[in-house]
């Protein structure tokens, strides 16, 4: 029995360090994907040149975060068979076609056509070299709903029925796994996340480079101008994301309260029924044992975030355990997650979320108000805004101090929500590996020896470890030196350039 825990801990802990890993590189290649296809289209409809080197510039930056998303997506798929082969037996059926689909439909898409975007900057006309990115960024977004398609179904089962022969789940409905309520919500409040996140990063390295302008480190006009119109942008798509992201959340807590009442119980550590029921904004104490010592809250919030309403009954844990308990056997105490981890981590994912969107919506304001990247007059195209502030000196030095580094701060926020986000929702399903059908410890793979699974996992981790240094050690690197503004955007109507004299005596790339 020790033994099955023990291989259970250690398969869920690597799962665990990878999704989160690999969770990090992809709201901001979802992002950066429909950004830059954003700033390229900008470009070819106005020609301006700020358009054409900001895409080239972020373009860089979404290389970066795809290609390593890519090689710790790849891990994440094959530990469904290293670590969890009696959950991929039972529900694989069900579960790998919304993967198969994702990688033979949108991954396929995705790889083909960045490569094209890639090397045809000088081969291709504008406008198809335009529509090459366009693609990609619409195969992100499949990829994403593909993957969430596959996700809702582990947090509601729908479209399957169980063989009676092998006691497997068969697909039976492709359509209720890739379309019900759960999947559509949960890839709205995905996106819009995700796109706050690439937001909020474009955001902190703009200012970077526009707060080394205000000290007289940077004097590039043009990239001085790439990044101001930059920050810009990223400062409206923020607000707009975060709005998004909080209206989808408040759907998703009512689909969530609907489906997996204990989990919504666990967010707030709810321990005994309330009608209605209050949320609780932060305590100090033992969550674990319902009794804190200093709570605030906020009276009926929590129903209405439940149901819609001030009045509604929110069943609390205890209530909820006793009744799986009675409909699948075992103890009451069986079926409550760690409230500590989902109390928590629901509370810190609303507030880096939340974090971001307000410093957007400030910084709108304060551009609105002429207190922050007012220009004194309209700048053109060589020639750089002037970032003065306001005639008050004390205010002008208050913004000054703090605007810039706030901004740069807050680059990270929305990462750690992401985080928190998928941590409160896989720990808050427990002990379910599939709602209602199967639990967590039935899905471990008998046969992955511990010794296995532990050096496996420190590998992992040390590789990830690895990989991290040389992730920011190349975001840093490209970062710092910023948009090349000396280079020349191609002509509107490229030529395929053949094979020259120069080129005959070289080897071939590829041979057949």
Same mark, same amino acid.
């Given at each position: 029995?020790?033994?099955?825990?023990?291989?259970?801990?250690?398969?869920?802990?690597?799962?665990?360090?990878?999704?989160?890993?690999?969770?990090?590189?992809?709201?901001?290649?979802?992002?950066?994907?429909?950004?830059?296809?954003?700033?390229?289209?900008?470009?070819?409809?106005?020609?301006?040149?700020?358009?054409?080197?900001?895409?080239?510039?972020?373009?860089?930056?979404?290389?970066?975060?795809?290609?390593?998303?890519?090689?710790?997506?790849?891990?994440?798929?094959?530990?469904?068979?290293?670590?969890?082969?009696?959950?991929?037996?039972?529900?694989?059926?069900?579960?790998?076609?919304?993967?198969?689909?994702?990688?033979?439909?949108?991954?396929?898409?995705?790889?083909?056509?960045?490569?094209?975007?890639?090397?045809?900057?000088?081969?291709?006309? @504008?406008?198809?070299?335009?529509?090459?990115?366009? =693609? *990609?960024?619409?195969? #992100? %977004?499949?990829? &994403?709903?593909?993957?969430? +398609?596959?996700?809702?179904?582990?947090?509601?089962?729908?479209?399957?029925?169980?063989?009676?022969?092998?006691?497997?789940?068969?697909?039976?409905?492709?359509? @209720?796994?890739?379309?019900?309520?759960?999947?559509? =919500? *949960?890839?709205?409040? #995905? %996106?819009?996340? &995700?796109?706050?996140?690439? +937001?909020?990063?474009?955001?902190?390295?703009?200012?970077?480079?526009?707060?080394?302008?205000?000290?007289?480190?940077?004097?590039?006009?043009?990239?001085?101008?790439?990044?101001?119109?930059?920050?810009?942008?990223?400062? *409206?798509?923020?607000?707009?994301?975060?709005?998004?992201?909080?209206?989808?959340?408040?759907?998703?807590?009512?689909?969530?309260?609907?489906?997996?009442?204990?989990?919504?119980?666990?967010?707030?550590?709810?321990?005994?029924?309330?009608?209605?029921?209050?949320?609780?904004?932060?305590?100090?104490?033992?969550?674990?044992?319902?009794?804190?010592?200093?709570?605030?809250?906020?009276?009926?919030?929590?129903?209405?975030?439940?149901?819609?309403?001030?009045?509604?009954?929110?069943?609390?844990?205890?209530?909820?355990?006793?009744?799986?308990?009675?409909?699948?056997?075992?103890?009451?105490?069986?079926?409550?997650?760690?409230?500590?981890?989902?109390?928590?981590?629901?509370?810190?994912?609303?507030?880096?979320?939340?974090?971001?969107?307000?410093?957007?919506?400030?910084?709108?304001?304060?551009?609105?108000?002429?207190?922050?990247?007012?220009?004194?007059?309209?700048?053109?195209?060589?020639?750089?805004?002037?970032?003065?502030?306001?005639?008050?000196?004390?205010?002008?030095?208050?913004?000054?101090?703090?605007?810039?580094?706030?901004?740069?701060?807050?680059?990270?926020?929305?990462?750690?929500?992401?985080?928190?986000?998928?941590?409160?929702?896989?720990?808050?399903?427990?002990?379910?590996?599939?709602?209602?059908?199967?639990?967590?410890?039935?899905?471990?793979?008998?046969?992955?020896?511990?010794?296995?699974?532990?050096?496996?996992?420190?590998?992992?981790?040390?590789?990830?470890?690895?990989?991290?240094?040389?992730?920011?050690?190349?975001?840093?690197?490209?970062?710092?030196?910023?948009?090349?503004?000396?280079?020349?955007?191609?002509?509107?109507?490229?030529?395929?350039?053949?094979?020259?004299?120069?080129?005959?005596?070289?080897?071939?790339?590829?041979?057949?």
């Amino acid at each position: 029995m020790e033994l099955a825990i023990a291989h259970e801990t250690i398969a869920r802990w690597q799962f665990g360090i990878t999704t989160v890993y690999h969770f990090l590189f992809v709201p901001l290649t979802i992002s950066l994907a429909m950004v830059v296809a954003g700033l390229e289209t900008a470009w070819v409809r106005t020609d301006r040149e700020k358009y054409f080197h900001a895409t080239k510039f972020w373009g860089k930056l979404f290389l970066i975060n795809i290609a390593m998303g890519v090689v710790t997506g790849i891990v994440q798929e094959f530990q469904f068979g290293m670590n969890w082969s009696r959950y991929s037996r039972f529900v694989g059926d069900v579960f790998g076609a919304p993967l198969a689909m994702e990688a033979l439909i949108a991954f396929f898409v995705e790889s083909v056509f960045i490569g094209v975007w890639i090397f045809g900057w000088d081969r291709l006309p @504008r406008r198809i070299h335009c529509a090459c990115i366009w =693609v *990609v960024a619409v195969g #992100t %977004l499949l990829s &994403a709903y593909f993957i969430l +398609a596959a996700n809702s179904f582990m947090q509601h089962p729908v479209g399957y029925r169980i063989d009676s022969a092998t006691g497997k789940a068969q697909l039976t409905d492709i359509g @209720r796994v890739l379309f019900q309520k759960t999947t559509l =919500v *949960v890839v709205f409040h #995905t %996106l819009t996340a &995700a796109f706050l996140t690439g +937001a909020a990063f474009m955001m902190g390295i703009a200012a970077w480079h526009l707060w080394r302008a205000r000290r007289g480190v940077e004097t590039d006009g043009k990239r001085i101008a790439v990044m101001h119109s930059s920050l810009r942008l990223a400062l *409206v798509i923020a607000a707009v994301a975060g709005l998004g992201t909080a209206i989808s959340g408040d759907r998703l807590a009512k689909v969530m309260f609907e489906q997996q009442p204990m989990k919504m119980a666990a967010a707030e550590a709810l321990w005994d029924t309330q009608a209605p029921a209050p949320f609780s904004i932060f305590s100090v104490g033992d969550v674990n044992k319902g009794r804190n010592s200093v709570e605030w809250q906020i009276p009926a919030a929590l129903s209405f975030l439940a149901n819609g309403d001030l009045s509604s009954a929110v069943p609390g844990i205890n209530d909820v355990a006793r009744a799986q308990a009675a409909r699948f056997g075992g103890a009451p105490q069986d079926y409550i997650p760690q409230i500590f981890v989902t109390y928590w981590g629901f509370r810190l994912m609303i507030f880096f979320g939340m974090v971001s969107c307000a410093g957007a919506l400030l910084g709108l304001w304060l551009i609105r108000r002429r207190l922050w990247l007012a220009p004194e007059h309209r700048a053109g195209e060589d020639e750089p805004p002037k970032l003065m502030l306001t005639r008050d000196r004390e205010l002008n030095r208050f913004l000054t101090q703090w605007c810039w580094r706030l901004t740069i701060l807050t680059m990270g926020f929305p990462l750690l929500a992401n985080s928190f986000g998928w941590i409160f929702t896989e720990m808050g399903r427990q002990p379910w590996v599939v709602l209602h059908l199967m639990r967590t410890r039935d899905g471990s793979s008998p046969s992955a020896g511990l010794g296995t699974q532990t050096g496996s996992l420190i590998a992992l981790t040390v590789l990830y470890a690895v990989l991290a240094v040389i992730e920011v050690g190349l975001l840093v690197k490209y970062v710092k030196a910023g948009p090349d503004t000396a280079e020349r955007p191609p002509g509107k109507d490229p030529t395929w350039r053949g094979p020259s004299e120069e080129d005959a005596d070289k080897p071939l790339t590829i041979a057949y």
